[in-house]
Nanobody, 113 residues
């Protein structure tokens, strides 16, 4: 499974970004997909997940600001990020999970104050 994340960049606080993660090598239809983020020297933390049936889970810090969604036909998962804060600055990683975890290379999100 290969995962290609895109959509990161530099944005001012209060702004929005939409991350995309395109999967190849396997269909995402039966997978739980997720977004995680990591800052230097810290562990990779959960941001949001979406199950194959559409159930979602969010970190408390992003609830009501971020929305995860999936398009099985396009084999892609998205993360809409609104009301961004400087503390959202991190490398964001896409995750594909069926028994095993597969990770993409990550995309940098930088939120300036």
């Amino acid at each position: 499974v290969q995962l290609q994340a895109s959509g990161g960049g530099l944005v001012q606080a209060g702004g929005s970004l939409r991350l995309s993660c395109a999967a190849s090598g396997s269909r995402i239809s039966f997978a739980t997909m997720g977004w995680y983020r990591q800052t230097p020297g810290k562990e990779r933390d959960l941001v949001a997940t979406i199950t194959n049936t559409g159930g979602t889970d969010y970190a408390d810090s992003v609830k009501d600001r971020f929305t995860i969604s999936r398009d099985n036909a396009k084999n892609t998962v998205y993360l809409q990020m609104n009301s961004l804060k400087p503390e959202d600055t991190a490398v964001y990683y896409c995750n594909f999970r069926i028994v095993y975890d597969y990770w993409g290379k990550g995309t940098q999100v930088t939120v300036s104050s």
